[in-house]
């Protein structure tokens, strides 16, 4: 109990990005669907820092820095907010996905819901791009420095093997939750509301400007234009799609 405590008081954001995936969540799916997806997406995410931490996959080797992080909670070695993140980050790709391709995840077939899972696993991935070369300089700023690469890469210090890895866990845990879903429909069955769609690619900007925001106070200008580039060109594209579909 005093780990999550800690954690809770040391890493307040990540728990304020949570406690907002679960309103939303809530609003969209109903308990159920967010349940599910919050305990799968962090078995998920665990398993795969658990994999990487001990063989380098799916994100490349890297190793966390105990010393860095007292009296917070673990799991087998991983830091228990660090997978907890997972469901919320996905969750924000996923519904981005669903808003640009205007899809509600159900009554589709197998090749359109192949392509939103590829879609929110692809915007995860970005967002983690924006995530990861600012995490990677937590010494800077109040994450700490609480890992590293054995083998740093060349964007900003973090491996392509990371960014592989970011997309490989987000289409696992989507891919996972959609087929649930449609093996339980009845017991999965959305919570009926005026969605407000927009909330969704609010929350992903809000996770991404959230970053940009830290990455410029720390006085890193060239991450800081290259990340807010990227969040750029999504909102591009939202704006784009918007236009070109304005009565869905």
Not at 155 to 178: E, H, K, R, S
């Given at each position: 109990m005093y780990g999550l405590i800690a954690s809770v008081i040391k890493r307040p954001y990540v728990f304020i990005f949570l406690?907002?995936?679960l309103f939303l969540a809530w609003r969209r799916w109903g308990w159920r669907r967010t349940l599910l997806w919050l305990v799968s997406g962090y078995g998920i995410a665990w398993l795969s820092e658990f994999s990487s931490i001990h063989n380098g996959f799916p994100y490349g080797e890297y190793h966390y820095i105990y010393e860095n992080m007292p009296g917070e909670l673990m799991v087998a070695g991983v830091p228990f907010f660090d997978s907890l993140s997972y469901p919320f980050l996905i969750f924000a790709g996923f519904t981005t996905a669903a808003f640009m391709l205007r899809?509600?995840?159900s009554g589709y077939g197998l090749r359109q819901l192949a392509q939103i899972a590829i879609l929110g696993a692809a915007l995860t991935t970005l967002l983690d791009v924006i995530i990861d070369p600012v995490a990677e300089r937590g010494a800077q700023w109040f994450l700490g420095e609480i890992y590293y690469y054995a083998h740093p890469g060349w964007y900003f210090g973090v491996p392509l093997t990371n960014f592989a890895g970011w997309f490989l866990v987000?289409?696992?845990v989507?891919?996972?939750n959609m087929l649930i879903w449609r093996t339980a429909p009845d017991f999965f069955q959305p919570r009926p509301c005026r969605r407000a769609e927009l909330l969704y690619p609010a929350f992903y900007t809000g996770i991404a400007l959230f970053n940009i925001v830290v990455?410029?106070?720390?006085?890193a200008w060239k991450l800081g234009l290259c990340s807010?580039?990227?969040l750029l060109l999504v909102i591009a594209f939202l704006a784009t799609h918007k236009t070109l579909n304005p009565k869905s």
């Amino acid at each position: 109990m005093y780990g999550l405590i800690a954690s809770v008081i040391k890493r307040p954001y990540v728990f304020i990005f949570l406690a907002a995936y679960l309103f939303l969540a809530w609003r969209r799916w109903g308990w159920r669907r967010t349940l599910l997806w919050l305990v799968s997406g962090y078995g998920i995410a665990w398993l795969s820092e658990f994999s990487s931490i001990h063989n380098g996959f799916p994100y490349g080797e890297y190793h966390y820095i105990y010393e860095n992080m007292p009296g917070e909670l673990m799991v087998a070695g991983v830091p228990f907010f660090d997978s907890l993140s997972y469901p919320f980050l996905i969750f924000a790709g996923f519904t981005t996905a669903a808003f640009m391709l205007r899809k509600k995840v159900s009554g589709y077939g197998l090749r359109q819901l192949a392509q939103i899972a590829i879609l929110g696993a692809a915007l995860t991935t970005l967002l983690d791009v924006i995530i990861d070369p600012v995490a990677e300089r937590g010494a800077q700023w109040f994450l700490g420095e609480i890992y590293y690469y054995a083998h740093p890469g060349w964007y900003f210090g973090v491996p392509l093997t990371n960014f592989a890895g970011w997309f490989l866990v987000p289409l696992a845990v989507i891919a996972f939750n959609m087929l649930i879903w449609r093996t339980a429909p009845d017991f999965f069955q959305p919570r009926p509301c005026r969605r407000a769609e927009l909330l969704y690619p609010a929350f992903y900007t809000g996770i991404a400007l959230f970053n940009i925001v830290v990455t410029f106070w720390i006085g890193a200008w060239k991450l800081g234009l290259c990340s807010s580039g990227i969040l750029l060109l999504v909102i591009a594209f939202l704006a784009t799609h918007k236009t070109l579909n304005p009565k869905s």
